[in-house]
DNA sequence: TCTGGGGTCCTAGGACCC
DNA sequence: TCTGGGGTCCTAGGACCC
């Protein structure tokens, strides 16, 4: 059966309106009214469903600029537990047809059905049989993109919204990329959309037919390659099938708004102890640990900074991890307000077994022991049972 | 009382090494 | 008395994605 989609074996799948969607599950009587899933206070809308949208609020905005548009949109807090749970039940459907599935994020992924026809039929048969099992299992709907390459299947599942298949042949790719917005293309954002119509290069076409030499030089090498192939639809971008133990993750951060700014060293030391804390739980429960810890301060006029230190052994030790992200702090020497504070730990690898532990002063192996005391009790009392004691007491900033 | 939180990758300059 | 020239690491910033 030749339905126009086998020289298309590439899925994107795309949950429409995703935490919504999610979210309205538990509440029926709302579908048909605008709903906002986040937005709170100093917040951005995470998801909107059709009606909302319908009105002109977009994920991404904020709280106040949508409840300015549609003051009536029913507020709901978002429920990660709950996508979560919906996302890895997804996944899971999704690799019954293939092994070749790349999960992007909690409501994307990418599919290589290239090996999957004789078992399950062409890549829109694939696709509409994901559909209605993922419809029928979750309530919810997606849709998919179909093409010969990753970024052309991602263009063309947005195209499908919502509750949508397209499928993208080869021989059409030119005609379909090349009148559109360079701005729709996979990697170019609001910045370099705004820089390239500047120098004259409005639709994907225009940006084709500009040598692949005079691009680099204006957007920089890797990026003018990367913006050639997409022009063409030719990137070579291939699937990541999923990180494993050998492709960990490269850096954990946690950062938060604080509810008023705020210049009080007090107040901000606690929050970064809070963060550290955050960070390195998750570190040790991946067995991930990393030399370079990083700080991040946003101010109240938004202007944000980052400042980092990369010291000779990782670590994955709360203490040690929340002093350098109070030494970077306190090198700022700054006593404006502050919107924002982050840690982060970069340049992870995979704890190094016991060696470390070994070569360790007797203080830092009790800081590494105490570590672990704190977790085994979080993880059978929850994540707040066990706080460093500063913790305790102070109101939230 | 505009503007979250989690990430990835690229660039550019300086240090440092061979 | 030669404005070499790679390569890697570190730091800071920026763009982008969901």
Redo the contacts with the bound molecule.
Sequence with gaps: MNDGSLGCPLLHVDMDAFYASVALREHPELVDVPVVVGGG????V?SANYPARRLGIR??M????AARLCPQAVRLAPDFEAFESVSRSVMETFRQVTPLVEA?????AFLDVSGSRRERGTPLQIAEWLRARIHDEQQITCSVGLAASVSVA?LASRRAKPDGVLVIPPERVIEYLHPLDVGE?????????ARLHRLGLETVGDVAKIPLPTLRQMV????GLHLHQLAWGTDRRTLVPRRSDDDP?????????F??DTADPAVIRRELLRLAT?VTR?MRRAGLSG??V?IRVRYS??T???????APDPTDVTSEVHAEAVRLFEALRTTRRI??V?V?VE?LRPRAGTQRQLELGARERGWAEADRAVDAAAARFGGGAVRPATLFGGSRP
């Design positions: 206070h100093r917040g951005v995470l994920s991404g904020s709280g106040t600029e992007y994020s909690l409501d994307e991602k293309l996979f990697g170019v954002g609001a910045k370099t959309r920089g090498q890797a990026s993750e490269r850096s954990m951060g946690a950062e938060e708004t509810s008023r955050r998750r030399r370079t990083a006029d938004f944000t900074l980052t400042r980092s230190h990369t919107r924002l982050g982060r340049g």
